[in-house]
């Protein structure tokens, strides 16, 4: 079967693309290859993927719908499940570069709309990275889906929340059937560099101090690559059903497991064998105190099951790292 997988050259993009090359699907990668971070990293990823004979690199801008269609040419014929996770992510960048956001995050989630409604003519289904940040200011834990997500914290975030109403609108007006899923601070090797556990690698090899904001008084549900990459080769899977008959779901990724702030550091400490220079620092605007996800209807719908705690998981990043960086 093909697939197509936007933000290939990304983290997650990257994993899943493999995932699925080696159970034996034909998958076409799209990615701009944008700079928000280090593109070198997402030629490195590429370049695992082109070892598998069946993957095709598009490098195309998924905010612009007519280049993206003429990019895909014939192999839009092929394609049956469409997995999107091209966006550009980060809370933080939010704050500066909105505009970014807008551009891929919402033309963009609308662009990829448009081509699975009129351009795709064997869809069975449209899988899409939200955000476990669109339950924003919520205080309740663990989230649950069917909580309110109308208070976000972060331009980021509204757009994600966005792009679920937008998927939601073209479940119940064209039929596409859709999940989203909210991932929840997924980590790994090839990692994001602007995520904290990544950063704070770098900082503690270059003997630079790191920030704990809110004092270190944050908890994050840290999820394993891996394990969240099992859960969207699931969703490419399932048929979403609802009781209206609406065919879209959203689903909770995530551990389940929060991890405090300075636990984390204290983990990231022991794998690297140096300890941080830190500095205590007060909450940002954006951030959330706490992430936990509900995992309960992924489980059951998706058999959704991540069992990699960060004391595994870490260390595994960290020997990457060290590779990556060469120390
Ligand atoms: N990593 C996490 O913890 C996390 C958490 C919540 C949600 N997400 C979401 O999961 C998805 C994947 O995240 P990731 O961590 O792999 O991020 P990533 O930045 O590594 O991957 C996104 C990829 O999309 C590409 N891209 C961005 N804008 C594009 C455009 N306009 N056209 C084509 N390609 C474009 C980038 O070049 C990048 O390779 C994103 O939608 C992100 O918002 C990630």
Redesign the pocket.
């Known amino acids: 079967m093909t697939i197509l997988v936007?933000?290939?050259?990304?983290?997650?993009?990257a994993f899943v693309a493999r995932a699925l090359l080696e159970r034996g699907e034909r998958v076409i990668g799209?990615?701009?290859?944008?700079s928000?971070?280090d593109p070198a990293l997402?030629r490195h990823r590429l370049e695992m993927l082109e070892a598998h004979g069946d993957f095709r690199f598009v490098r195309?801008?998924?905010?612009d719908f007519a280049g993206m269609v003429e990019t895909l040419g014939g192999e839009r014929e092929a394609v049956r499940v469409v997995v999107h996770?091209?966006?550009?992510?980060g809370v933080r960048h939010s704050l500066e570069n909105p505009f970014a956001y807008a551009?891929?995050?919402l033309l963009?989630h609308l662009a990829i709309l448009e081509l699975c409604r009129h351009r795709l003519p064997r869809l069975e289904r449209l899988v899409y990275?939200?955000?476990?940040?669109v339950y924003g200011a919520n205080t309740e834990v663990p989230f649950a889906e069917d909580q309110r997500v109308d208070r976000p914290v972060s331009l980021?975030a509204a757009t994600?929340r966005a792009d679920e109403l937008m998927s939601e609108t073209y479940a119940r007006l064209y039929g596409i059937p859709q999940i989203g899923l909210?991932?929840?601070?997924?980590?790994g090797p090839m990692g994001?560099p602007d995520?904290a556990y990544f950063a704070f690698a770098d900082a503690i090899v270059e003997g630079r101090p790191i920030r704990l904001f809110n004092h270190g008084r944050m908890r994050r549900d840290f999820?394993w690559i891996e394990d969240v990459v099992a859960g969207v080769l699931a969703a490419a899977d399932h048929r979403p059903a609802r009781e209206d008959g609406v065919p879209h779901r959203i689903f909770n990724l995530g551990n389940h497991r929060p991890v405090e702030l300075l636990t984390f550091v204290h983990l990231l400490e022991r794998a690297i064998g140096r300890e941080a220079v830190k500095e205590f620092a007060p909450m940002q605007p954006g951030d959330v105190v706490e992430t936990c996800a509900d995992i309960t209807a992924a489980r059951r719908e998706l058999g959704f099951a991540p069992t990699t705690p960060l004391e595994e998981g870490l260390p595994r990043f960290v020997a990457w790292h060290r590779r990556w960086r060469g120390w």
């Open positions: 936007t933000g290939a050259a990304g983290f997650i993009g799209l990615d701009n290859l944008d928000y971070y997402k195309a801008d998924i905010a996770l091209a966006a550009q992510a551009r891929s995050n963009g990275a939200s955000s476990s940040s980021y994600k909210r991932f929840f601070t997924v980590y994001r995520m999820t």
